[in-house]
């Protein structure tokens, strides 16, 4: 128990967003962790200083990664995301052009609105 006087709700609650910040802390630092590892911009010295960093001062470290490469992760996260979709499409067989012609079909079967094929148009063609 993190607080003195026994057993109670408000202890028991304090005790329960404890853990729960810190398990939330272990999946940004796995996040983070992992964000740097996939980088290829950064050289090994920069990567090991920062695994020092993340070491020593763990929750400084975590913090100051994501103020400063917190845009960064998410542009690489989406990156990630369109190669995995091309990879998927490749594997299953499907193209960007067969995907169109079915988004066209379903336009003109009134299935969509017009707002909403452009919006699907546009996220295929990224």
């Given at each position: 128990?993190?607080?003195?006087?026994g057993?109670?709700?408000?202890?028991?609650?304090?005790?329960a967003i404890?853990?729960?910040?810190?398990i939330?802390w272990i999946?940004?630092?796995?996040n983070?962790i992992?964000?740097?590892f996939?980088r290829?911009?950064?050289s090994?010295?920069?990567?090991?200083?920062?695994?020092?960093?993340l070491?020593?001062?763990p929750?400084?470290?975590?913090?100051?990664?994501l103020?400063?490469?917190?845009r960064?992760?998410?542009v690489?996260?989406l990156?990630?995301?369109?190669?995995?979709?091309?990879?998927?499409r490749?594997?299953?067989?499907?193209?960007?052009?067969?995907?169109?012609l079915?988004l066209d079909?379903?336009?003109?079967s009134?299935?969509i609105?017009?707002e909403?094929?452009?919006?699907?148009?546009a996220?295929?063609?990224?």
């Amino acid at each position: 128990m993190l607080f003195e006087g026994g057993f109670n709700f408000w202890n028991f609650l304090a005790d329960a967003i404890t853990i729960f910040l810190f398990i939330m802390w272990i999946w940004i630092l796995i996040n983070v962790i992992s964000d740097l590892f996939r980088r290829h911009d950064v050289s090994g010295w920069i990567k090991a200083i920062w695994i020092v960093a993340l070491i020593f001062v763990p929750y400084l470290g975590v913090l100051i990664y994501l103020i400063f490469q917190g845009r960064g992760m998410a542009v690489r996260r989406l990156e990630d995301v369109k190669h995995a979709r091309e990879d998927m499409r490749r594997f299953v067989g499907y193209s960007v052009a067969d995907e169109l012609l079915k988004l066209d079909q379903l336009k003109q079967s009134k299935t969509i609105t017009d707002e909403e094929y452009a919006r699907l148009r546009a996220r295929l063609v990224d």
